[in-house]
């Protein structure tokens, strides 16, 4: 989350909690983006006072209210401004969370520690001695096990997962199917469609291309292909039936491949009907299918 923070958009990738927990009744986490967060009743806690206050503050972060303004005018002094309060992000167990990222909390904190007047409270001076500067984020980060120099963002993990899996499992001198069309992966993670247990497009590719390697002999060109053992990450469903055995075929078929990727599987719109079948079955989309679809398409294929 950048200091500009605006809320998501429909073409963005929305945000999501990587890591929570609550200690002593402070609720507190980690954003998809690395940004750390506390929630609303947390921050109340920390600069003690009622959490109908910080909502209030939150409400209200577009007017003109002294509060409001004296706590933008702390940020400014740090070279920050933000757009919104909070993000209010889904989340499984209690819903919503109203996610103040920790340069709101730290000025809010400061307001209640120094400059709120007769609301002034003990426990903001006290938390703020202890949480300045970088204090309260390395103090998320470390509570809820986050380390942001070896972290893969929530959205990339299961591809990650996956390609960790799978990318020595392949004997030398063969080529297997999700290795060889991850750039079409990392390609639509970066136009919001990111892959899951739901989301197998290589089950696809695979399927397409070992019926042309039958139908086109391609055997009695290349040589015979051969099975290698294919894992799933232990929390997608398939993983039960691990380990899979899956085709792996000679790096000699690999410019063919590229060729048939290109010209059959995209431009032939096999791709596209994969897509469309995730859209019937709601695991897509349809505005972001047809955004994948036309985005790399048009990467892919050669222009007229």
């Not at 929570?20 to 003690?48: H, Y």
């Amino acid at each position: 989350m950048n200091k500009s923070m605006t809320p998501a958009t429909a073409t963005q990738i929305p945000l999501g909690i990587d890591k929570q927990t609550e200690i002593d009744g402070i609720g507190m986490g980690v954003l998809s983006d690395g940004t750390p967060f506390l929630n609303g009743r947390g921050l109340a806690r920390l600069c003690g006072v009622h959490h109908s206050v910080i909502q209030s503050i939150g409400a209200d972060w577009t007017s003109a209210k002294p509060t409001v303004t004296r706590i933008q005018e702390i940020l400014a002094t740090h070279g920050a401004s933000y757009d919104v309060a909070f993000t209010a992000v889904p989340d499984n167990k209690t819903g919503i969370v109203h996610a103040y990222p920790d340069g709101i909390c730290l000025a809010i904190l400061e307001y209640y520690a120094f400059d709120a007047g007769p609301n002034k409270k003990e426990e903001a001076l006290m938390n703020f001695r202890l949480l300045a500067g970088k204090a309260l984020r390395d103090f998320i980060y470390t509570q809820v096990g986050y380390d942001p120099e070896n972290h893969v963002p929530v959205q990339w993990k299961q591809f990650h997962d996956r390609m960790s899996l799978v990318y020595n499992a392949v004997p030398a001198g063969y080529f297997g199917i999700f290795k060889e069309i991850a750039d079409m992966v990392v390609h639509l993670g970066q136009s919001g469609i990111h892959i899951d247990s739901s989301f197998v497009p290589d089950g696809s590719v695979g399927i397409h291309w070992a019926k042309h390697w039958k139908e086109a002999g391609l055997e009695s060109v290349y040589g015979a292909r051969i099975k290698y053992d294919h894992n799933y990450p232990d929390y997608f469903p398939q993983a039960l039936s691990n380990p899979q055995e899956s085709n792996c075929y000679p790096e000699a078929a690999l410019g063919e491949f590229r060729r048939w990727f290109r010209e059959v599987y995209i431009g032939a719109g096999k791709f596209e009907a994969y897509l469309t079948t995730k859209v019937k079955a709601k695991a897509l989309p349809i505005s972001v299918a047809q955004l994948a679809i036309s985005s790399y398409s048009q990467q892919l294929l050669p222009k007229p």
